[in-house]
Every structure is written in structure tokens, then in C-alpha cells.
């Protein structure tokens, strides 16, 4: 009996709900991004930039869009295995036809404009454009929105806008959503989702007004406050926060800070309980490790840069890699080795759950170090109870296995493709920084991939790896993983005959 079979009964109500949810979904959010892709046509034209890609877009998106909803059903009852396959779909289907401005403008090969629209929307970073000289400033703008998108999360978005998509929005949730946290707002999924998009809006506009005050201009300002809530790191400068002064650096940091924070911990804290952030120990840790490492970072560098500029450089690239944002302040990648070790390291920590950023999460390490810890206590006394807690409260054996799960496939995920980099020509750092950092979503590695070089050296396959790693870090590595799982292709009886198994 496999998951569809177990829920539902008649056979008709199973072709009425079962098999129409994801069409309807996927067939919804593609309608909901031609038009965003609207938007940019109109933008590019009022500015004068090539405007044919974002045409063609819009056409695609929106005859796709329109044809599957109508396939599909909004009374769908999906299984867990349908919800499943939905996210993966949308996750695909957006980089997919997100990557068409990218290559009709010429600017992109189809390889490349797909990485672009991939390490956009799971807000990587990482990029393969050479020429920012030459580049449209509507393609600068339509990158960065791609990491604002994401960086909420695509079904997040369309569950709080849209109340079709809140029908087993729970399970969509769920499926999406960065990291293991029980943390929620309140018994409606669509309350939940809307209320964490009010508080990612509202730092994001603060943000931007922030950096104008600041100094930026306008159109550097609105494209850097998308990237940095989004914890993405898409700068439509090529030298990124290296070439702005040090002021707009230091009021990067809080809002990088913000980003890798739990957007539901962030909502309680600014209606008026901000004692909540203090008692998340996962963010007491993470704000613990963003510091410490940053003052080593900087104890380091003062000797070359002198204190301030050390403690600006230390701080702004430990909240940047920690959080998965991927700016840079400066070329990291020229610090001596006694210091990248400290980015190394932070590329295997990342931020909260719930939040924006990539990467393992605090809270993951939490709970396997406290399940390492309760195994040692049952070494030292056999026949003792212990359990193992986060907060107080007790971690479910399921959660441990997920977590377990996480690790293994995470790790297992950048060994390999560290191994098929460097047998496809690239050295021992480079390939092991891009995969973590294609994999952590963080963006920057170190040598050939370092904050102000770009992707574009490595050969066609090895960015293809790295699309895949992209993908599969976003949507938390097991989701992905479940595609290599003979189980998941098979096909439910129920669609061969008219009974029900």
C-alpha cells in the first residue's frame, strides 16, 4: 500500500482531489509570477532595456499557469507525497522560465542563465556574469527580486496573498520551510505565512531606506535591501559591498543579523516581547558564534588594516557567511589562511530556522550535539533514562532521525560533489568551498570561487553539480533525495483501476 493509497476513499473523490493538487498549485504560481513577469516588461521598456525575454516569460508562464489550473482542482485533498512533489515543481519550474530573460538577452548561454536563475531563487548568490559593465539594470533588478522571493519562501508568498493555496497549506509549509522549528503564530497556516511576510516587508523597506540614507542611490539601494532580508548576496556591482563606504557596511550588518533570525521570533519580538529572542537559545548561539568569530576575525586583521577597518571587515563577514548572505566587504579570499579557516567554519554553522538564511542551521547542530551527549551519558550508566532537550523541552525520536538524516545526506551531498569538481579539473579549495557553498546556499568560496570572482571558470559540468547542489540545499537536502527513492515513483494503483488498495 503506498502513502496515496492510504487516505481518501472513493474513487472518484481520489480523481477530484488526489491527483488535481498539484496541477492546481503549480498551474497558480506560475500565473502568480507571469505577472510579476509583466511588471519587468513594463520596466524594461520605461527604461529602455531589451524587454523580449521578459515577453516570452510572461507568454510561458502564463499559458502553463493557466492550463494547469485548469487541470486541477481548488477543493484539491492532497497526500503528503503530492504536497512533496509540488515544491519540488515549483522550485524547478521558476529557475526554469526565470532563466529566459537571462538567455534571450543574449547576455547568458542556457547553462549559465539557468544557474543565474537557480542560485537567484534559492538564494545562493553565486554567479557566472562577467560583464556588469554592459549588463540591463532591469536583469540586475529581476536577479535580486528572484533572491527577495526566495528568500521567504515562493509558496509562503503565494499562501499569504492567495487563500486557494491555503487548502493543505500546513503540509506546503511544512515542506518548504528552512530548518526543523515548532515555532508558529497562530492556528491558521495563512495567518502564520502572512504575518512572517509583514515583518520580511517591512525590514526589507527599512532596509532600503537605510542604505539610501547611507548613501547609496536608489536603484542600488531597492536591489541590495531585496538581497540582504533574502540573506542571497546578488549585487549589481561586481566589487559587491567593497566598492561602497564603510558606513553602508555597517548598516548591512544589523539587516544580514535579521535575516538569518526566525521570522516568527522577529514578529513576536517587535509586537512587544523581544525577551522571546533572549530565551531561543538557538538564537543565543547564533548571535554568540557572529560575534566571537568576528572579534577573532578582527583580532587577526588589526595588524594589516588597523582596528577599525578590522572590526568592519570581521563583523560584516561573519554575519555575511554565517547568515548565507554572501557579500563581502573586501576580496576574503587574499586573507591569510589563519583567518579563512574562520569562514570555513561558519559556512557549516548557518542561521535559525525560520529565517532566510541557508546552510545546517544552529538549531540542527543543537540537536545533534545534544543526542551525541545523551549517547555518552548511556555509555557511562547502561540502565539510566535520559532524554535528550532543546528549551526545555523534550526532542521527539522522529526529529533526531530527521536531523540525523540531514547530516549524513548533507555531508555525504559535499563530499561527492567536492570529488567530481576537482576530477573535472578544479583544485582542492575551489572545489570544496563551491560545493559548500552551493550546497549551504551561501554563495562565495575561497581561491577560484572567491566573494569578487564568479562561477563562470568552472566547466559546464561542474555547474551543472552545482545547480543541483543549489536546489537540493534549498529545499533542506532530504526532500530532494526522496526523488532516488524507488518507492517515490511508484505509481498508485487506483489511477490503473477502479478500486482502492
Known amino acids: 500500500m503506498t502513502v496515496l493509497d ?3 476513499s472513493p474513487r472518484i473523490k481520489m480523481k477530484s482531489s488526489r491527483d488535481r493538487f498539484t496541477p492546481f498549485v503549480l498551474g497558480t504560481s506560475l500565473i502568480g509570477l507571469s505577472l510579476v513577469m509583466l511588471l519587468f516588461t513594463l520596466y524594461a521598456l520605461l527604461v529602455h532595456d531589451p524587454f523580449l525575454g521578459f515577453v516570452v516569460a510572461t507568454a510561458l508562464a502564463a499559458v502553463l499557469g493557466v492550463s494547469l489550473r485548469y487541470l486541477g482542482a481548488p477543493d484539491a485533498d492532497p497526500s503528503r507525497r503530492e504536497t512533496i512533489a509540488t515544491v519540488l515543481l515549483i522550485w524547478f519550474a521558476f ?9 534571450i538577452s543574449g547576455h547568458l548561454s542556457a547553462l549559465n542563465a539557468f544557474f543565474e536563475a537557480m542560485s537567484g531563487f534559492t538564494t545562493t548568490g553565486s554567479t557566472v556574469i562577467t560583464d556588469f559593465e554592459n549588463f540591463p539594470q532591469s536583469l540586475f533588478l529581476w536577479r535580486a527580486l528572484t533572491q527577495w522571493v526566495g528568500g521567504i519562501g515562493i509558496l509562503v508568498l503565494f499562501i499569504s496573498v492567495l487563500p486557494h493555496l491555503a487548502i493543505a497549506g500546513r503540509q506546503l509549509f511544512i515542506a518548504e520551510a528552512p530548518g526543523p522549528t515548532s515555532e508558529t503564530l497562530g492556528p491558521r497556516v495563512r495567518h ?4 512572517v511576510l509583514s515583518i520580511y516587508i517591512g525590514l526589507t523597506v527599512a532596509c532600503c531606506l537605510a542604505y539610501i540614507l547611507g548613501g547609496m542611490s536608489i536603484f542600488d539601494a531597492v536591489a541590495h535591501s531585496f538581497t540582504t532580508l533574502a540573506a542571497g548576496g546578488f549585487s549589481p ?16 550588518v544589523p539587516f544580514m543579523a535579521f535575516a538569518g533570525t526566525n521570522f516568527a521570533l522577529l514578529y513576536r519580538a517587535f509586537q512587544g516581547r523581544p525577551r522571546l529572542l533572549l530565551q531561543s537559545l538557538e538564537f543565543r548561539i547564533y548571535l554568540t558564534i557572529s560575534v566571537v568569530i ?13 582596528l577599525a577597518e578590522a572590526l568592519r571587515h570581521g563583523f560584516f563577514q561573519s554575519l555575511s557567511i554565517i547568515t548565507t548572505t554572501g557579500f563581502a566587504s573586501i576580496d576574503f579570499a587574499q586573507w591569510p589562511q589563519q583567518v579563512q579557516i574562520f569562514i570555513v567554519f561558519l559556512m557549516f554553522i548557518g542561521g535559525s530556522a525560520g529565517s532566510a538564511a541557508g546552510g545546517i542551521k544552529v538549531v540542527r547542530w543543537l540537536i545533534v550535539l545534544n543526542g551525541s ?3 555518552a551519558r548511556h555509555i557511562v550508566h547502561p540502565r539510566g533514562v535520559f532524554f535528550a532537550r532543546l528549551n526545555g523541552q523534550v526532542i521527539p525520536p522522529k526529529v533526531m532521525q530527521a536531523v540525523e538524516a540531514f547530516f549524513t545526506l548533507y555531508f555525504l551531498l559535499v563530499v ?3 570529488v567530481l569538481l576537482v576530477g573535472l579539473g578544479a583544485d582542492f579549495i575551489t572545489a570544496l568551498t563551491a560545493s559548500l557553498a552551493s550546497v549551504g546556499n551561501i554563495g562565495p568560496g575561497l581561491a577560484g570561487v572567491g566573494p569578487l570572482d564568479n562561477f563562470a571558470e568552472l566547466s559546464a559540468f561542474s555547474r551543472g553539480i552545482l545547480i543541483f547542489d543549489m536546489y537540493a540545499g534549498r529545499l533542506e537536502i532530504i526532500t530532494v533525495f526522496l526523488l532516488f527513492e524507488s518507492d517515490w515513483w511508484h505509481v498508485p494503483h487506483h489511477l490503473f483501476r477502479g478500486s482502492d488498495s
Open 6 to 8: 492510504t487516505v481518501g
Open 95 to 103: 529557475p526554469l522560465i526565470g532563466a529566459i530573460p537571462y538567455l
Open 237 to 252: 556591482n561586481a566589487l559587491s559591498f567593497a566598492d561602497y563606504n564603510a558606513a553602508l557596511s555597517w548598516i548591512a
Open 416 to 418: 561527492l560533489s567536492s
Open 192 to 195: 502564520t505565512a502572512t504575518a
Open 373 to 375: 551527549l545523551q549517547e
Open 294 to 306: 568576528a572579534l577573532l576575525m578582527a583580532v587577526n586583521l588589526s595588524t594589516t588594516y588597523g
